[in-house]
């Protein structure tokens, strides 16, 4: 009778224990993805720096958010840019206090990058799940959002 309570007790205690866990997680993601609505707001309220990570032919087809930096972390072929890292290292070390979130097409490649720069121990740093077109042309170009056209001349380092 009393191991079986014991062991009740333990397991109890271990669901309790991961409960939390879990739940500290979630809040931490939710820390790190950013959505339109609040991205919008923080962008018009001039308190939010964009990264755009997708490729200068994706730049040319939809558009760029004004005054977001373009740094493509792939080449339009499809090879790494070598040089993406420390182009990002070098936005992020001058705006520290400053929100920086990542954008790409569809949020798969802004997530990834996002994560390198939060494990890094970078602050502020989040990405916009929804991305420029989204998973069903529900991003930041279909919500009517600003948008201007791709000019490789512009293009903010």
């Not at 004004?66 to 182009?87: A, G, K, V």
Request: proline share 2%; glycine share 4%; hydrophobic share 35%.
């Amino acid at each position: 009778m009393v191991t079986r309570n014991c062991i009740r007790i333990v397991i109890i205690l271990f669901f309790l224990c991961n409960a939390n866990y879990l739940q500290s997680n979630d809040n931490n993601m939710n820390n790190y993805e950013l959505s339109l609505t609040k991205a919008i707001t923080l962008y018009n309220n001039k308190n939010l720096i964009i990264v755009d990570v997708r490729t200068k032919k994706e730049w040319a087809m939809t558009g760029v958010i004004p005054e977001s930096f373009l740094i493509n972390m792939h080449n339009d072929d499809y090879t790494e840019n070598s040089d993406f890292i420390n182009r990002v290292e070098e936005i992020l070390d001058v705006n520290k206090n400053k929100n920086i979130s990542f954008i790409c097409a569809s949020g798969a490649r802004s997530a990834i990058v996002a994560n390198y720069f939060i494990e890094k121990n970078n602050k502020n740093i989040s990405h916009i799940p929804d991305g420029i077109v989204g998973q069903s042309q529900d991003g930041w170009l279909y919500s009517g959002y600003p948008i201007k056209e791709y000019n490789d001349k512009e293009e903010k380092h």
